[in-house]
């Protein structure tokens, strides 16, 4: 049996504009985005998003963007505490240029070492260990669609093809667009950053 799991990455934010460490509404433009392409996939091979699948289990990360995200999709998503955004600490609520601006040679050792924790929150080697475990842990027959905060669904997908987790800052993972997982056996397949359509397109 095969495991197939499709991440979708939120509408834009003002946080993720700005490269800021936090969560915060989509803005209007990712609202108007969102709603732009709810119910316009159909193709079964990439995004049933208005569509129930039988069994599928749809899920969000427990953050403001990815909950709105969703349901401007259309979708009834579960808040899942394994797909939260990894913790940042006292770095939270301050944008990635301020932080490089007061404390370079921290944020250089966080780039450069997956271990590095230096906010004093979670190591991206610990982001990968949580949702890592998640995914292998999903059933063999399962069918899961989630809308997932940009660092899980680099997380995941570093996991899902068994690369070393200093990727993790090769991957983008540009807003509204899905990340299909299919897998058996510990063994996964991966289709990335397929943006997601309107009806009318």
Not at 136 to 153: G, T
């Amino acid at each position: 049996m095969t495991t197939r799991v499709t991440l979708i990455s939120p509408a834009l934010s003002a946080a993720l504009r700005e490269a800021r460490f936090a969560d915060g509404p989509l803005d209007a433009a990712g609202r108007r985005q969102a709603e732009g392409v709810r119910g316009g996939v159909a193709d079964a091979d990439a995004v049933a998003v208005a569509v129930a699948v039988a069994g599928q289990l749809v899920f969000a990360s427990p953050s403001l963007r990815c909950e709105q995200t969703a349901e401007a999709l259309g979708l009834v998503a579960e808040p899942l505490p394994e797909l939260r955004a990894c913790a940042m600490g006292r770095w939270h609520g301050l944008r990635l240029d301020e932080v490089a601006a007061t404390e370079p040679q921290a944020v250089a050792a966080w780039l450069a070492d997956p271990a590095a924790a230096p906010h004093g929150g979670e190591s991206l080697e610990a982001l990968h260990t949580r949702v890592g475990h998640w995914l292998d842990a999903l059933p063999a027959d399962a069918r899961v669609l989630a809308v997932a905060e940009p660092d899980v669904v680099r997380a995941l997908t570093v996991h899902a093809i068994g690369a070393p987790t200093g990727v993790f800052w090769r991957i983008d993972v540009l807003p509204l667009t899905a990340t299909e997982l299919s897998g058996r056996n510990g063994r996964w397949n991966l289709r990335g950053g397929r943006p997601l359509r309107g009806a009318s397109e």
